[in-house]
């Protein structure tokens, strides 16, 4: 189940007035992104792929947190019978469905550590989970970025990037072009 998009939007708003930050507007154009991509793929539905990207980091809404934010944005998702989004705010950060490839602090009680990795273990992930991992890729909280750029900038941040999960970034944005039959810059930065 999810919310239509105005809840969506209301859901969002009212997480930025609880901590606002960078991340509300980068949750805005993951969600961009994510529509302009699914109007180009047969079997995506872009409300869905947009709601789902204005949802993917709903988690901070609770406050500065890391890996947290992950298992909060699961369980508040869950809390309101939107399943589909708990499920994206679980896997939008694990691309190959592991946390070890997270990158951040690991700010997370034995507790919330085991419910993430139980629930990432249940999971099959599908065209819209790979979907956001790109776009939460390509969203900055001022614009689109390079995927390359962006990864650089995180590798600077903390110190380090999985090269696997920089791998799988640009497989990712490989399928979705392949998907599209476009550049996904173009793609992306169309109005």
Known sequence: ?????????????????CNFGPWVNHSRITAKCAEKIAELCEDLDSEKAYILGLLHD??????????????????????????????????????????KEYIGKFDVSDEELELIETALAKVNMDDYDKLIQLCDALAGSDGVLNIEDRMRDVKQRYGYYPQEKWNSNIRLKNYFEKKTRNNIYKTVNQS
């Open 58 to 99: 709903i988690g901070r809404k609770f406050g500065v947190r890391h890996l947290g934010h992950v298992s909060d944005g699961y369980k508040y998702m869950m809390s309101l019978g939107y399943d589909e989004v708990a499920k994206i705010c679980l896997t939008h950060s694990f691309n190959n469905s592991t946390v």
């Open 1 to 17: 189940m999810m919310p239509t998009r105005a809840e969506a939007e209301k859901i969002l708003e009212e997480a930025g007035q």
